[in-house]
């Protein structure tokens, strides 16, 4: 574990688990997915709490727990199933099937999308209508509801730091919607490579890999390029991750062949 403020390294006990595919921090718990499935490790004491099955695609956190939608065909022996959305409880590792209705006016369909998004108000999702179609939904896993949004899926989309304003970005651009007014309206449309970038809309600016040089940049909300970080040695490329500190003061990026890196955001002028 890495303080993202100093950049101390708050190692804990040694844990051997192989084949580690990827890592979630939930409270007191570290959940590591692995190619045999997913274990809950005390942050503290490195003990192994619990072994568990998730079979899920793309999992995410989502107010104290991970949800992921099932990783199967949508047709599985040969009907169209809709995929199942699951949850896991980091505390317990039990796992348990989250009940979703069909969106309104969208009732005939082949099911959910993939992948889902965690924002401050729900779990973004697509859903795939039988003639193919696909539209914008929002689900609330402890109430069990589904709302249609009035916009379909675009690229690939990202939250800002506090989950308010969420981006759907492609390699020609994207745009960034308000997800606590009414309708979701668009807030702005960066001209950039959105597929690779960071909505940092509460400090007015998006940070992303710039399409020409490779360098981390940031962006104000129109997307006119304003400056550029790094120099020789720290080039970046698409398999560069990005995580956007809590309040967006800071980004931290990391590559297979790379440090972590830790890029204060600055502020923008008025």
């Known amino acids: 574990m890495v303080d993202p403020d100093t950049g101390e390294v708050r190692a804990g006990p040694r844990v051997d688990l192989a084949d580690v595919v ?11 997915a692995t190619s045999d499935g997913w274990a809950g490790v005390d942050r503290t004491t490195g003990e192994l709490r619990w072994a568990s099955r998730f079979p899920v695609r793309d999992p995410v956190a989502y107010r104290g727990a991970m949800y992921g939608f099932e990783h199967r065909s949508a047709y599985a022996l040969g009907e169209r199933t809709p995929h199942v959305l699951y949850r896991l409880d980091p505390t317990t590792g039990a796992v ?6 069909a969106p ?3 009732e005939d369909a082949d099911g959910y999308g993939w992948s889902a998004t965690a924002t401050a108000f729900g779990l973004l999702a697509a859903f795939v209508r039988a003639d193919g179609t696909r539209c914008t ?27 308010r304003y969420v981006m759907w970005g492609t390699r020609d651009g ?4 308000d997800a606590a007014a009414p309708g979701w309206p668009v807030v702005a449309r960066p001209a950039l490579a959105a597929e690779y970038a960071l909505p940092l809309v509460e400090v007015g600016l998006i940070v992303a890999i710039d399409d020409r040089d490779r360098r981390l940049c940031f962006h104000d909300l129109e997307g006119t390029r304003t400056a550029s970080w790094g120099g020789i040695g720290t080039s970046m490329s698409y398999s560069t991750a990005m995580f956007a500190t809590a309040r967006g003061a800071a980004v931290l990026t990391s590559s297979w062949w790379d440090a972590v890196r830790r890029w204060p955001v600055p502020v923008r002028a008025s």
Do not use: N
């Open 174 to 177: 994207g745009v960034i919607r």
């Open 104 to 106: 309104a006016g969208a």
């Open 137 to 163: 939904v929002l689900l609330d896993p402890a109430a069990g509801t589904v709302d249609l949004l009035p916009f379909e899926p675009s690229g690939t989309a990202r939250p800002s730091p506090s989950g």
């Open 22 to 32: 990827s890592l979630h921090g939930l409270g007191d718990v570290v959940l590591a």
């Open 96 to 101: 348990s099937e989250v009940p979703l209705p």
